[in-house]
T-cell receptor
Framework: DARVTQTPRHKVTEMGQEVTMRCQPILGHNTVFWYRQTMMQGLELLAYFRNRAPLDDSGMPKDRFSAEMPDATLATLKIQPSEPRDSAVYFC??????????????FGEGSRLTVL | AQSVAQPEDQVNVAEGNPLTVKCTYSVSGNPYLFWYVQYPNRGLQFLLKYITGDNLVKGSYGFEAEFNKSQTSFHLKKPSALVSDSALYFCAVRGNAGNNRKLIWGLGTSLAVNP
């Protein structure tokens, strides 16, 4: 059963600490998205990769957030330093080019981050 | 600018009754429209999409949605609701040309189906 895998599922950290979230997209998917979900803002697109190249990271605070795909099986989202306002659920989603172009995405279970 | 509106934060229906979750959109050109569902503490799951063709689209779990171009709406429907349908539902839209390809999400509608 192919699925997007995210780690950690839960993370509690203190303000100022570095946080790294990881995502393993579905094998063969070449498009990866990072989203942040909060009650106030809903789903926000943070970054978007195709064939490991970043296509759009305009939604990501550049001073503290970074996203990379070191290889086709791993996407990372890093926050350094973390702040309480970063507390949210972070989702990774992947898709095929055709699937993504028609909007069908496969989401991971999310990483719930709490920054104290 | 592209936008999606889900006018109801919450919808309550009794089990067995029909349900409707509303979505309206604004996009230049022909829209691609989608519904996703999110169960508690889970990721979003694709339900259905409209790209072209028949205005009535059928999807997973007995859901369907009707594309109405004149009203710029894409309401999600199900003839008979189940308690297990209780979840958060998201409508999304994207254009199909140029710089309008980014998926724009609604804020979600919480559906509660009461036994």
């Amino acid at each position: 059963d192919a699925r997007v895998t995210q780690t950690p599922r839960h993370k509690v950290t203190e303000m100022g600490q570095e946080v790294t979230m990881r995502c393993q997209p579905i094998l063969g998917h070449n498009t990866v998205f990072w989203y942040r979900q909060t009650m106030m803002q809903g789903l926000e697109l943070l970054a978007y990769f195709r064939n490991r190249a970043p296509l759009d990271d305009s939604g990501m605070p550049k001073d503290r957030f970074s996203a990379e795909m070191p290889d086709a099986t791993l996407a990372t989202l890093k926050i350094q330093p973390s702040e309480p306002r970063d507390s949210a659920v972070y989702f990774c989603a992947s898709g095929f080019p055709m699937g993504v172009d028609t909007g069908e995405l496969f989401f991971g279970e999310g990483s719930r981050l709490t920054v104290l | 600018a592209q936008s999606v509106a889900q006018p109801e934060d919450q919808v309550n229906v009794a089990e067995g009754n029909p349900l409707t979750v509303k979505c309206t959109y604004s996009v230049s050109g022909n829209p691609y429209l989608f519904w996703y569902v999110q169960y508690p503490n889970r990721g979003l799951q694709f339900l259905l999409k409209y790209i072209t063709g028949d205005n009535l689209v059928k999807g997973s779990y007995g859901f369907e949605a009707e594309f109405n171009k004149s009203q710029t709406s894409f309401h999600l429907k199900k003839p008979s609701a189940l308690v297990s349908d209780s979840a958060l539902y998201f409508c999304a839209v994207r254009g199909n040309a140029g710089n309008n390809r980014k998926l724009i999400w609604g804020l979600g509608t919480s559906l509660a189906v009461n036994p």
